[in-house]
T-cell receptor
Framework: DAKTTQPPSMDCAEGRAANLPCNHS???????VYWYRQIHSQGPQYIIH???NNETNEMASLIITEDRKSSTLILPHATLRDTAVYYC????????????FGTGTRLQVTL | EPEVTQTPSHQVTQMGQEVILRCVPI?????FYWYRQILGQKVEFLVS????????KSEIFDDQFSVERPDGSNFTLKIRSTKLEDSAMYFC???????????FGSGTQLSVL
């Protein structure tokens, strides 16, 4: 699976957009980019995933560059409950392909 | 929304004892996973399971570990002889398809004394 690089921590004011970057320069053509988050020691929570087009759901937007070497997760209006560790994961293509978690970005949302 | 259920939420055991961690994946899911997270460290992949057999396992998943789907609803992780370093939060996950998102349970905190 391709390696990802994320900043270790970020801050965001409540109500503002949180933009979390991720580099995945060795991604292969058929590998997806997934974003998960983990609040305290709870189970990781799915946010969004994409292959090459930008994606949006009720939680967030995912912007993938045209060369697919990087992506940005956007939380449009961050709240205190969005404080968590956010993981950018490039997922392989095998049967029952696993998610490989890195160290992620610790997002702190403040008043 | 359907969810992955794990029991117990906390398990305390003595070193050398066998433990079984239990998971009920989402009912129409076909792919099952175990992960663990030692306090303050990354979430680590242990094993994936599909069609009643292991698809992939990590170096952590040695002969002390085994998985089983004993019936149509449960998915278990057994540790035969626990060690102090097995103390961790263990997460079960499932997905409906090989490219579909994984849903994680809330975890079982295992403490080996």
């Amino acid at each position: 699976d391709a390696k990802t690089t994320q900043p270790p921590s970020m801050d965001c004011a409540e109500g503002r957009a949180a933009n979390l970057p991720c580099n995945h320069s060795t991604i292969s053509g058929n590998e997806y980019v997934y974003w998960y988050r983990q609040i305290h020691s709870q189970g990781p929570q799915y946010i969004i995933h994409g292959l090459k087009n930008n994606e949006t759901n009720e939680m967030a937007s995912l912007i993938i560059t045209e060369d697919r070497k990087s992506s940005t997760l956007i939380l449009p209006h961050a709240t205190l409950r969005d404080t968590a560790v956010y993981y950018c994961i490039v997922r392989g293509t095998g049967t029952a392909s696993k998610l490989t978690f890195g160290t992620g970005t610790r997002l702190q949302v403040t008043l | 929304e359907p969810e992955v259920t794990q029991t117990p939420s906390h398990q305390v055991t003595q070193m050398g004892q066998e433990v079984i961690l239990r998971c009920v994946p989402i009912s129409n899911h076909l792919y099952f996973y175990w992960y663990r997270q030692i306090l303050g460290q990354k979430v680590e992949f242990l094993v994936s399971f599909y069609n009643n057999e292991i698809s992939e396992k990590s170096e952590i998943f040695d002969d002390q570990f085994s998985v089983e789907r004993p019936d149509g609803s449960n998915f278990t992780l057994k540790i035969r002889s626990t060690k102090l370093e097995d103390s961790a939060m263990y997460f079960c996950a499932s997905s409906v398809g090989t490219r579909e998102k994984l849903f994680f349970g809330s975890g079982t905190q295992l403490s080996v004394l």
